[in-house]
């Protein structure tokens, strides 16, 4: 039997340095400044960077969105970026050693680009599936979620670059998120929301953390003692709290914990915060504070003449498409693999004898590789599921049938279809224009989804943005031509006017413009091979937070005027084929920041285009291609499920691999999958009055699935592979644990099947007789454990007597007593169990 341990990489060296107090060093560099100079660096200098002060050796600092990619200071194709799988990919991965490793990646990437900060990871938790950016979060439960983001915040600053966990707290959806305030009682807080965070900051000291934008019991958070405790005065944070952007409003909110206000140069601070500090209304010393703490982090990123980097260059650097590419093998996750024959499995294929798959769903040639928002990167390609599986099998025949439509709103043209009139190179030409139409500036772009949001584009000088393309049709017949953009707009085809219309946002949410814009067309009849000549006119409205930012996408609409035919063309295409692989998933419109989601169904028709094709043929495989659980109402009528997340620019590669065995899904479920939106137990994510109510406690998903005694479709934990396992044994190294210590188990796991796999070995406490509202039980440990074919391993996991503590009055509280620690593969299959007595 061979002895394991995968339990999470401890911070080394790099990492562990940077728990340190500011030095005399700095001490000295804040003497030489004025306070208008101190009071100029806690506000952005434009979207994305901070103030430079050459007198100091200081130079600016630049941030970046980053969960799932670095994009950069520039929202340009022509700089693409690292397309990472989403964070519910990683999260389902169960892997502290993915999650380091993704923030290698993410800190190459960042130093690549120049950045110094990188704005994650997510670590807000999936309290409802609702929430619009879930797809950016780990999972619902905190333990998972926070050896993960422990792991990420390890990997990005092991590699010179600053992480920030966001969004601090307690922004969990996005309905309202500016202004709603978050009811929630002190226990859930600290147990969950805060648990989350807790150990990217005191295990591997985060550097940065954002505050978010709503209020937490009826205080902003920019405004909230939370800022200094527990995240200061308990956990000892030594780094910037820098806002989301726009997120702080007022003075007032420089009297607290706050230390960096984005964007800039605008903000409430400023010149007022100079005036208060001169009238005698705050004390200095709450700006030096604040000062030296933005000095330390340009410290330890190399960004301050004199002083030596944490980390003067990249020290894990591996091959980031190939790592995207095992990232998200990690963390596909099998739940259905039923062959035909009883007792058979569908997956994985084996290639040579397949003669013929019928690949079906707009996402599987428009896949979605990431989620939408602020978060969004431009790669440089991505491999669709149908280019994957086509070129994994070059001997077998396969078809593409779209099936049903799925996009909403307008489609980028495909760059291979336009021609830049002034180059003659594939893309397009944009011009910044003047008032009298005399031209500013020009770009040659290689997309017609354009994003300004920082940058050097004369976009406040500007009066009109013109875009010109030759598009040339690949098929005959009448396309929706428009845009996708905030404002008046006008449309040309071969210098005729056909459209001039005015959009407005849609929503009340300060960043609608961009994350989820208006969109207009126009029916106009193209013959395949025939260019027309394309201009679109966007008049430059400027005003409010965002000025200077502009965002237009020019496309097609989708047809939607015949969808019993798209259906009819997949099924004798799937009645033709031995197998059929019908990719399904979301759009940019149910999954996005910005707002939350309505329903969990699939968009537009896709289940029953799956029905349709399971009818006829029974090797059926679906692959879902969202961030974040939605109902699968076929899921017995089909042979093989495979939940692929948002997957990262190898998306289709690492499906090829999964499907033909080359590689074995490692995921389990981060999230409980539900059966129907009823039984969803904590599902509401809409302000009454202003206002959302965590009423439930601390019982949030699994948590509340098992409270409340209802089925899901697939529980929390929950995953297969290509092979079988058998938990045989655990033992503990004390019968009694106190607070403080910690108890080790070793668990004994066979690999009974015929192939090399891996598993996820899951640790939970219960007390049934508590004298305290607990849950049914809850996670305590993981650990993953590789093993060969017949092999037997030993996998040790740590548990904490913190996990067996309750949030009280008085702090963290611990009732004596026996604990029940059951030990198994998902939150519902716990073979093993053991007790352990819990010491006052």
């Keep these: 039997m061979t002895s394991v341990s995968t339990s999470a990489p401890a911070a080394d060296s790099a990492a562990d340095s940077t728990a340190v107090s500011p030095s005399r060093e700095l001490d000295a560099l804040l003497t030489q400044l004025t306070l208008e100079e101190k009071v100029l660096l806690l506000t952005g200098h434009d979207f994305w960077a901070t103030w430079p002060l050459p007198s100091i050796g200081l130079r600016r600092l630049l941030l970046s969105d980053g969960p799932s990619g670095v994009r950069g200071e520039l929202w340009d194709e022509r700089h693409p970026s690292l397309n990472l799988p989403s964070a519910t990919a990683l999260g389902a991965s169960w892997s502290t050693s993915i999650a380091r490793r993704y923030g290698n990646a993410a800190a190459v990437e960042a130093r690549r680009k120049g950045v110094d900060v990188v704005l994650g990871p997510t670590i807000n938790l999936h309290r409802s599936p609702f929430g619009g950016r879930h797809f950016e979060c780990f999972s619902e439960d905190p333990l998972l979620t926070a050896d993960l983001a422990a792991a990420y915040v390890t990997g990005v600053q092991e590699n010179g670059v600053a992480a920030t966990p966001k969004h601090y707290i307690a922004n969990d959806f996005e309905t309202d998120r500016f202004t709603v305030n978050v009811v929630v009682a002190d226990r859930p807080l600290r147990e969950l929301y805060l648990a989350a965070f807790e150990k990217a900051i005191v295990q591997a000291h985060a550097w940065a953390v954002m505050s978010s934008y709503n209020s937490v019991n009826g205080a902003t958070v920019t405004e909230n003692d939370l800022l200094e405790t527990p995240l200061n005065s308990e956990w000892g944070f030594d780094g910037i709290v820098v806002s989301d952007w726009t997120a702080v409003r007022s003075l007032n909110s420089a009297r607290f914990s706050q230390d960096l206000v984005m964007p800039g140069p605008q903000g409430p601070w400023g010149d007022a915060l100079v005036a208060a500090v001169r009238a005698g209304e705050l004390d200095e010393a709450h700006i030096d504070r604040k000062v030296l703490r933005i000095l330390k982090l340009a410290e330890r990123v190399g960004a301050l003449d004199g002083f030596d980097a944490a980390v003067p260059e990249p020290v894990r650097v591996e091959d980031g498409p190939a790592f995207v590419r095992e990232a998200e093998i990690a963390g596909t996750v099998l739940v259905k693999n039923a062959g035909p024959a009883h007792g058979q499995a569908e997956l994985p294929w084996s290639p040579g004898d397949l003669s013929s798959v019928a690949v079906i769903g707009h996402n599987a040639r428009f896949a979605r590789s990431q989620g939408g928002g602020s978060a969004t990167v431009l790669p440089e390609y991505v491999v669709s599921p149908l280019a994957g599986i086509t070129a994994a099998l070059p001997d077998t025949t396969v078809t593409y049938s779209v099936g049903a439509v799925v996009q909403e709103g307008i489609a980028e043209l495909p760059l291979s279809s336009i021609t830049n009139p002034a180059t003659g190179e594939p893309g397009a030409l944009v011009r910044f224009l003047d008032a009298s139409g005399a031209e500013l500036a020009r770009e040659n772009r290689r997309a017609t989804a354009l994003v300004w949001f920082g940058g050097d584009a004369p976009i406040t000088a500007s009066s009109v943005v013109e875009f010109t393309t030759r598009y040339t049709p690949e098929e005959t017949g009448e396309i929706l031509l428009g845009f996708a953009a905030a404002g008046n707009g006008r449309i040309s085809v071969n210098d005729e006017l056909l459209l001039e219309q005015h959009l407005d946002s849609l929503g009340t949410d300060l960043g609608a413009a961009f994350i989820s814009p208006p969109t207009h067309s ?286 009280a009055e008085e702090g963290w509280h611990y009732e004596p007593g026996s604990f029940t620690l059951q030990i198994g593969t998902s939150v519902t299959e716990l073979p093993l169990t053991t007790d352990i007595e819990v010491t006052a």
């Design 522 to 807: 126009i029916a106009i009849t193209v013959t395949a091979g025939q260019p027309i000549d394309v201009r679109i006119e966007f008049d430059i409205v400027q005003g409010g937070p965002l000025s200077g930012a502009l965002s237009i996408t020019v496309g097609i609409e989708p047809d939607q005027s015949n969808p019993d035919a798209l259906i009819a063309e997949a099924v004798a295409a799937a009645k033709a084929a031995g197998v059929a692989v019908v990719v399904v998933g979301t759009n940019a419109k149910v999954e996005s920041e910005g707002f939350d989601r309505t329903s969990l169904s699939l968009p537009g028709r896709q289940d029953e285009l799956v029905r349709a094709v399971a009818a006829v043929n029974p090797r059926t495989v679906v692959i879902v291609n969202s961030g974040s659980p939605v109902l699968l109402p076929w899921r017995d009528d089909v042979s093989a499920i495979l939940l692929s997340w948002f997957g990262g620019q190898e998306y289709g590669d690492a499906l090829a691999d999964i499907l033909t065995g080359a590689a074995e899904p490692g995921g389990r479920l981060p999230t409980t999958w539900p059966k129907t939106e009823a039984d969803v137990p904590v599902l509401d994510v809409s302000p009454v009055d202003g206002v959302v109510r965590y009423d439930e406690g601390i019982h949030i998903g699994y948590r509340a699935w098992l409270k409340a005694g209802t089925e899901p479709a697939y529980e929390f934990g929950f995953g297969l592979g290509y092979t079988r396992w058998s938990l045989d044994e655990v033992t503990r190294d004390a019968p009694t644990i106190a607070a403080g210590e910690t108890l080790t188990l070793e668990v004994g796991v066979t690999n009974t099947g015929s192939r090399r796999g891996s598993q996820v070995v899951q640790v939970y406490a219960s007390r049934s007789d508590s004298a305290i509202d607990r849950p049914v039980r809850w996670l305590v440990g993981f650990a993953t454990v590789t093993a060969d074919a017949g092999e037997s391993v030993v996998t040790t996991i740590a548990v904490p007597a913190r996990a067996f503590a309750d949030w």
